[in-house]
């Protein structure tokens, strides 16, 4: 059985699609469904089903699929004990962080990354919290930062940290420190919000925050990307609900007016999430660990 197949087959099946294989695999599609069609022939065995939709698996195609992700799980857990003989970890980690995340700690982790692990490979991605919990699943990412994670099948979740979400509004002229009082639920209901669209994790919360004291968000604007709701605040078009790390990080915190939601300040919580069917690898390991301790020094 051809390593590179496996691989190959493991991806179809957890994408459920050629067509989405392909692409994450870089391999055209006919190589791609040659490669898995050659494994069946050799294995005498339909490991799928295709059809209009993409694929589904056979009995035979769970087994394989169980023991594929075992099989390369330990390939890659080989290489790394070998890089750790020649001196340190080595692989490519594939890593998932929320915008305002990114903006706060992504350089500071690439940057000790390279100090500490200069064998291995660190790819860094900013996406929303459902997109990441899709490329968990289907092996894009090895580990996410997920806003107001819930239990979900085939996810390993361990809690980050919890930041505050604060109002952000266009400093006034003139204001030298934020306003000392916090903003409440029902006043936060009549500003015009420039926010992200749904499903977006802190979009979510405001909502379901508001609907506690029956009330729905005021939407001036609709937009997605962090910078692009503190350019769009900082021209006086409407305030915002975004995590303190987010405004502290941009390119002009002096520009804006923070206060607190509530009292006791609203907040919301992330997590560090890992797919259930893929075994965290040592590097993958070190790279949380590394986060961790960026987040802990605050």
Do not use: C
Not at 84 to 110: D, I, N, T
Not at 165 to 173: G, K, W
Not at 224 to 235: C, K, R, S, T, Y
């Amino acid at each position: 059985m051809d390593l590179k197949q496996l691989e190959y087959f493991v991806r179809v099946a957890e994408l459920g699609s050629f067509t989405r294989a392909s692409q994450v695999l870089d391999v055209a599609q006919p190589a791609l469904s040659r490669q898995v069609r050659s494994l069946e022939v050799e294995l005498r065995q339909n490991l799928l089903v295709r059809n209009g939709r993409g694929v589904t698996l056979t009995d035979a195609g769970n087994l394989l699929l169980e023991h594929g992700r075992g099989i390369l799980h330990q390939l890659a857990r080989a290489k790394e004990e070998l890089a750790v003989e020649r001196g340190g970890l080595a692989g490519r980690v594939a890593l998932g962080l929320p915008p305002s995340v990114a903006r706060a700690y992504a350089v500071p982790l690439m940057r000790t990354f390279r100090q500490r692990l200069p064998q291995a490979q660190l790819s860094i991605t900013e996406a929303l919290s459902i997109a990441m919990q899709e490329s968990l699943a289907s092996g894009r990412l090895d580990i996410a930062v997920i806003y107001n994670a819930q239990p979900t099948a085939g996810l390993d979740l361990r809690p980050l940290m919890e930041e505050e979400l604060v109002l952000v509004q266009q400093r006034p002229l003139g204001l030298a420190e934020d306003p000392p009082l916090p903003v409440f639920l029902t006043q936060l209901a009549d500003l015009p919000l420039v926010i992200p669209s749904r499903p977006n994790a802190i979009r979510m919360q405001v909502e379901s925050e508001l609907a506690t004291i029956g009330r729905l968000p005021r939407v001036a604007l609709e937009i997605d990307g962090v910078p692009a709701i503190l350019e769009l605040v900082a021209e006086g078009l409407g305030s915002a609900v975004l995590t303190r790390h987010a405004v502290a990080s941009s390119v002009r915190p002096s520009a804006y007016a923070v206060r607190s939601i509530g009292d006791p300040p609203l907040r919301v919580r992330s997590w560090l999430a890992t797919s259930a069917n893929r075994p965290v690898t040592r590097t993958q390991q070190a790279v949380i660990e590394l986060l961790k301790e960026l987040v802990s020094a605050g």
